[in-house]
C-alpha cells in the first residue's frame, strides 16, 4: 500500500535511507520534508512495515524529487516504480508541469527506472555530491501525459 508519511514512520525511513545511501540525509532532514510537504512525502507499507519511500517538494509549477529509496531486501521487484509514478502524479494533481530530480551518474538501476518512466537528461552537474562525482539533472514534462 502506497500512502503519505506519518510520524511515526520516520525510524523507519531513516533505516532505509542509511542502507541506501553512503552519506545519508541527516534524519531532521527528512522529518523536515515530511513536515513541510506531507502530500507529496510517500511511503509503501507492506504488512505494516515501511520498504520504501519517496520524498519530494513542489515549488510553484516544478516538482523536485529529493530522495527515493526502497529497503534493499525488496528492490527489483517494481516497488520503485509504482511509488515514483504515485509521486509524480501527486505532484501533478497539486500543480506541477514538470518533475525534476538529480542522479549520480553511476546509479545504473536509478536511471534506468527514471529512463523507464519518461525523465530525460537536461544536464550534467559537476561534482554534484560529496564525494565530487558528476550528477545529471533529469526532467519529465507532466503537462499532459503520464
Ligand atoms: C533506485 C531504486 C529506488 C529502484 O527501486 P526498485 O524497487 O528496486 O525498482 P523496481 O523494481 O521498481 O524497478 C524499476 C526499474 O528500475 C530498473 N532497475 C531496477 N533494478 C535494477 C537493476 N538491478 N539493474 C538495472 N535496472 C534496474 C529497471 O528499469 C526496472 O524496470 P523493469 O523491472 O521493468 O526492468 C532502488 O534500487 C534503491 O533504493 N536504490 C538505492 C537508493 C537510490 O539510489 N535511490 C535513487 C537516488 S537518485
Known amino acids: 500500500m502506497i500512502r503519505t508519511v506519518k510520524r511515526e514512520d520516520l525510524k523507519s525511513i531513516y533505516l532505509i535511507e542509511r542502507l541506501s545511501f553512503e552519506r545519508p540525509y541527516p534524519s ?6 515530511a513536515y513541510l510537504s506531507p502530500e507529496t512525502f510517500l511511503v509503501v507499507s507492506l504488512n505494516g512495515c515501511i520498504v520504501g519511500y ?12 529529493i530522495s527515493i529509496a526502497v529497503h534493499p531486501n525488496y528492490r527489483g521487484i517494481g ?5 515514483l509514478i504515485e509521486n509524480i502524479k501527486r505532484l501533478k494533481d497539486l500543480g506541477a508541469k514538470r518533475v525534476i530530480l538529480e542522479v549520480k551518474v553511476d546509479n545504473i538501476q536509478a536511471l ?18 560529496w564525494d565530487g562525482a558528476d550528477a545529471y539533472r533529469m526532467t519529465l514534462n507532466v503537462d499532459s501525459s503520464t
Do not use: D, P
Not at 28 to 33: D, I, K, P
Not at 54 to 65: C, F, I, M, P, T
Not at 79 to 83: A, F, R
Open 28 to 33: 531532521s532532514y527528512l522529518e523536515t520534508l
Open 54 to 65: 519517496s520524498a519530494s517538494v513542489l515549488r510553484g509549477l516544478e516538482g523536485h524529487v
Open 79 to 83: 516497488i520503485g516504480k509504482k511509488l
Open 112 to 129: 534506468k527506472l527514471y529512463q523507464k518512466l519518461g525523465f530525460k537528461i537536461v544536464k550534467t552537474l559537476k561534482n554534484y555530491y
